[in-house]
């Protein structure tokens, strides 16, 4: 059941026509809930009450099905002036992003191009992006943009998939990079020739490679709401001891709150992934498709006033 539910969700998240609905109900839905507001600056009171608990952010322009050039240019224009905000405003606020929304399913120069420019205005204000990991697709070719970018700049970090049969492996090819990564279980639907079926394998594997990350030395996240692995992380860099600093947890907005805080209290760095934008309908979906139960946050935020 829990299969189908999932299969479900993740079906309904590569549906255009909903995609365009939900553009047009607005974000009601989700706003205040588990994105920030409609666009950047309407989510900064909710990055400074982030801040003030102890959190850091790291923002989010949704933004997927990008298949213009024009669309591909705004959003990279939209990420630079982000990025100038969070420096001129002092936010304590990191950025991620896509791949698909910098133009990678029309013309890899064209994202080139983009990224160019953020990372060059990332870099003047020493604020981190980190470059979301899709599908499986479009694993190989957003390694390599990561690769090519890392290799010329710092303020740059990408996300690895413990579901994927690869990760170990993309894992030990980007070591010499001295890579920030994040690490996550994997959010997307794919086949079992690709991806592990089996989420006590995608456990163990993600178990795997947030050992092999933090004791090759480099600066990790560990993205995930699951008790077992925050419990596994917090062992191992006892039993290795691997200094706070060297690592941190992520959640995303509007997810164990509670928990958040709880692990700001007893020291560790914690960072909240918040989302803000119209196109909020894929992100929405695949969490739908993660736990089900938070269709609940959903059903409260289009009664309340
Ligand atoms: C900051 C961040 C960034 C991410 N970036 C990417 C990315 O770039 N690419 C990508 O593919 N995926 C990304 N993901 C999604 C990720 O791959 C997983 O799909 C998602 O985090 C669900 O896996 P999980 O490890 O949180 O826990 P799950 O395996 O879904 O759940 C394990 C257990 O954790 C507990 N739990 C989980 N969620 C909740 C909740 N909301 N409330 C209470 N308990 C809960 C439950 O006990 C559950 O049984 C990101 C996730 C985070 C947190």
């Known amino acids: 059941m829990e299969v189908i539910t999932r299969d479900f969700f993740l079906f309904l998240s590569k ?18 809930k588990i994105i920030g507001g409609n666009d950047f600056n309407s989510s900064i009171p909710t990055i400074r009450q982030l801040n ?10 949704l933004g997927e099905f990008v298949n213009s050039s024009e669309v591909a240019k705004e959003r990279t224009e939209e990420c630079i002036r982000t990025i100038e905000t969070i420096a001129d405003q002092q936010l304590n606020s990191q950025v991620s992003l896509k791949m698909t929304s910098l133009g990678l399913d029309i013309d890899l120069d064209l994202v080139y191009q983009n990224m160019t420019k953020i990372l060059q205005t990332a870099e003047k204000h020493k604020i981190m992006v980190t470059i979301d990991m899709e599908d499986e697709t479009r694993c190989q070719k957003t ?46 639907k794919e086949s079992e020739k690709v991806a592990y079926p089996e989420k006590a394998d995608v456990d163990a594997n993600y178990k795997k490679i947030i050992r092999k990350q933090l004791l090759n030395g480099h600066y990790t996240a560990i993205a995930s709401h699951d008790d077992k692995m925050i419990e596994f992380t ?17 959640m995303l907005y509007g997810m164990r709150s509670q928990t958040q805080q709880s692990l700001v209290k007893e020291g560790y760095n914690m960072r909240v992934y918040l989302p803000y934008g119209n196109d909020w309908y894929g992100y929405f979906m695949r969490r739908l498709a993660e736990r089900p139960s938070n269709i609940a946050f959903a059903f409260k935020g289009m009664t309340k006033k």
């Open 15 to 32: 549906s255009n026509l909903l995609n365009k609905m939900a553009q047009s109900w607005g974000s009601r839905v989700a706003a205040g």
């Open 52 to 61: 003030h608990q102890g959190l850091s952010v790291t923002v989010d322009h």
């Open 143 to 188: 390694l390599d943009i990561f690769k090519d970018f890392r290799s010329r700049y710092e303020y740059v970090s990408t996300v690895l998939q413990a579901y994927l049969y690869r990760t170990e492996q993309d894992i030990d090819e980007l070591d010499s990079l001295k890579p920030f990564l994040r690490l996550v279980k994997g959010a997307y």
């Open 234 to 250: 917090k062992q191992l860099a006892s039993e290795h001891n691997i200094t706070k600093d060297m690592f941190e947890f992520q």
